[in-house]
């Protein structure tokens, strides 16, 4: 018999409290069909985000929703890592949860994957039918600019590197994350260099990121510079 696939959907949260409940609701209103679990890595919030994810457990059932917090920030790598080990699913799902990533293209993720056999599927917003909604002019022509020279000096094969909206087969995300060393912002540009230097399949979906509805973003001066720096160690190691 054909196995049934299962989605493990890893959420890593730090102060979310104000967006847990509509994310985790958008993903059960989006894949109605289909067999997943939902993840939530919290970092140690302060604010209150894992006594509303238990909310959310007695709602929804702890088989659906599992809460794997940790003590305080480790960083996003580490998060992934961490959820991956409490993951039961053959695909795992890594999303942000301040509704950037809105749920709603999950079932084209998975239809891409279905149709291609693809090792992984990136959302993009930087093909026809992507974008990005809500950032200022200097956000956009900053992370375009990182996504060009990315580009120019790695030829990774995928048009957008920093996105972190993905579908991978489970084996392959494993395989792929052990031998990543970033931290935080350049992690997800080194795991889909990797993953292409592998030689895994590798498809695209465009996507529309919409800026953080709730709270503060976490990307500031120090993330460009470490991010600077992660392109140069690409350049050098793969």
């Not at 989605?7 to 109605?32: D, Q």
């Not at 959820?83 to 509704?99: P, R």
Request: proline share 3%.
């Amino acid at each position: 018999m054909e196995q049934k696939n299962k989605y493990s959907i890893i959420v890593p949260t730090y102060n979310e409290r104000l967006n847990i409940a509509l994310i985790v609701y958008l993903i059960f209103k989006h894949l109605r069909d289909v067999d997943f679990e939902i993840i939530v890595v919290d970092d140690g919030s302060p604010d209150g985000t894992q006594e509303v994810v238990k909310q959310l457990q007695k709602l929804y059932g702890e088989d659906r929703i599992l809460l794997r917090p940790r003590p305080k920030k480790l960083g996003l790598g580490t998060a992934y890592i961490h959820g991956l080990k409490h993951a039961s699913g053959n695909f795992v799902v890594i999303m942000d949860a301040d509704l950037s990533h809105h749920p709603k293209y999950l079932p084209c993720f998975i239809k891409k994957q279905s149709e291609t056999g693809a090792s992984i599927v990136t959302g993009t917003r930087y093909v026809k039918g992507g974008g990005v909604h809500g950032w200022s002019l200097m956000r956009k022509l900053t992370s375009r600019g990182a996504n060009v020279l990315a580009q120019t000096l790695l030829w990774p094969g995928v048009s957008d590197l920093t996105g972190s909206f993905r579908l991978y087969k489970k084996s392959v995300l494993e395989d792929v994350i052990s031998s990543c060393v970033s931290k935080g912002y350049v992690f997800q540009m080194e795991m889909i260099v990797r993953a292409s230097r592998k030689g895994y399949h590798i498809e695209e979906v465009p996507i529309t990121f919409v800026d953080r509805v709730f709270g503060s973003s976490k990307l500031g001066g120090s993330e460009i510079i470490e991010y600077l720096k992660g392109l140069s160690y690409l350049l050098v190691t793969t």
